[in-house]
């Protein structure tokens, strides 16, 4: 069974930074893309950032985040990162990673894309 742990989250003036991690447990990681999302108080769940299977490298970003955030994976470990810079009050929100079913996936940005999910962990970015 695929089971995945999000950590990292936490409360940080605007203008920081977070490095979010999530381990991934069940299977081969490296065959599987890997993404972000978030959900604010009172919104849907959103894109953030995605990471194709390591075969082919590919990583696409939310326009919100892009150039502050980058998504990055580190198979040895099981984890996929999201390195979080210059963080802003509406990037409040908990944070899920996500992963599919089938490997050997390019980058992917639905969220019905998406078969596993993390708990979540909250990012509060103060102003």
């Known amino acids: 069974q695929v089971q995945l742990e999000e950590s990292g989250g936490g409360l940080v003036q605007a203008g920081g930074s977070l490095r979010l991690s999530c381990t991934a447990s069940?299977?081969?990681?490296?065959?599987?893309?890997m993404g972000w999302f978030r959900q604010a108080p009172g919104k849907e769940r959103e894109f953030v950032a995605c990471?194709?299977?390591?075969?082919?490298?590919?990583?696409y970003y939310a326009d919100s985040v892009k150039g502050r955030f980058t998504i990055s994976r580190e198979n040895a470990k099981n984890t996929v990162y999201l390195q979080m810079n210059s963080l802003k009050p509406e990037d409040t929100a908990v944070y899920y990673c996500?992963?599919?079913?089938?490997?050997?996936?390019?980058?992917?940005?639905?969220?019905?894309?998406?078969?596993?999910w993390g708990q979540g962990t909250q990012v509060t970015v103060s102003s």
């Open positions: 996500a992963t599919t079913a089938l490997p050997y996936t390019a980058v992917r940005v639905g969220t019905r894309d998406y078969d596993y």
């Open positions: 069940g299977r081969t990681f490296s065959t599987y893309a």
């Open positions: 990471i194709s299977w390591s075969g082919l490298g590919n990583t």
